[in-house]
């Protein structure tokens, strides 16, 4: 099975600031990564798909990149809304399709 | 618009089954596939399985093959997870979601979009 690795498990960090989230597949994935959004008591909600693209209705501060086994999604000016936790999942190798552990942001 | 909802709050004892429904609505069922993931208490998400909503092939995980089937009902536009000999261990959220695929295929690319609210399943004696 494909692992994913997320860093940090968590952060900190005022409104404003531009936040970084790594996730890492233990073998390559190519281009098929995707990141999710998910608040407390609600069910995940799709940001980035195909590792880059952004799902239509979220804001342009949510970019994604990546290939191979190292990807990015980037905050660049964090906003209030934006505390969650956000999870990676690969779907190259199936089955299973593995998601990363999660980042939670918090708002200072 | 697309939606999918599913059913209540479950509250099973050890060894008991559970049967979770995903109604769906705003497309056509047939051309999407559903897939199962759960949350167990402050975790994270773990993908249960999959299921082809035009001819019923599934696939599951290995952690729940052999205690869960995922059907569908056409005629509703409904799938439903069942999972047997519950455990403490299933205490979990478990979520329905469409599987979205590239234009180009499913090999291409797949993500889920949209999900279900949730089901908590609760599992104590």
């Known amino acids: 099975d494909i692992q994913m690795t997320q860093s940090p498990p968590s952060l900190s960090a005022s409104v404003g600031d531009r936040v970084t989230i790594t996730c890492r597949a233990s073998q390559s994935v190519g281009g098929h990564l995707n990141w999710y959004q998910q608040k407390p008591g609600k069910a995940p909600k799709l940001l980035i798909y195909g590792a880059s693209t952004v799902q239509s209705g979220v804001p342009s501060r949510f970019s994604g990149s990546g290939s191979g086994t190292d990807f990015t999604l980037i905050i660049s000016s964090l906003q209030p809304d934006d505390s969650a936790t956000y999870y990676c999942?690969?779907?190259?190798?199936?089955?299973?399709?593995?998601f990363g552990g999660g980042t939670k942001v918090e708002i200072k | 618009q697309v939606q999918l909802v599913q059913s209540g709050a479950e509250v099973k004892k050890p060894g008991a089954s559970v049967t979770v429904s995903c109604k769906t609505s705003g497309y056509t069922f047939t051309h999407y596939g559903i897939a199962w993931v759960r949350q167990a208490p402050g975790q994270g998400l773990e993908w249960m399985g999959w299921?082809?909503?035009?001819?019923?092939?599934?696939v599951y995980a290995r952690e729940v093959r052999g205690r869960v089937s995922l059907t569908t009902d056409r005629s509703t536009s409904t799938a439903y997870m069942q999972l047997g000999g519950l455990t403490s261990d299933d205490t979990a959220v478990y979520f329905c979601?469409?599987?979205?695929?590239?234009?180009?295929?499913?090999?291409?690319?797949?993500?889920?979009?949209?999900w279900g609210q949730g089901t908590l399943v609760t599992v104590s004696s």
């Open positions: 299921i082809s909503t035009s001819n019923g092939n599934t």
């Open positions: 999942q690969q779907t190259y190798s199936t089955p299973p399709l593995t």
């Open positions: 979601a469409r599987e979205y695929c590239n234009s180009r295929g499913c090999i291409w690319g797949r993500w889920f979009d949209p």
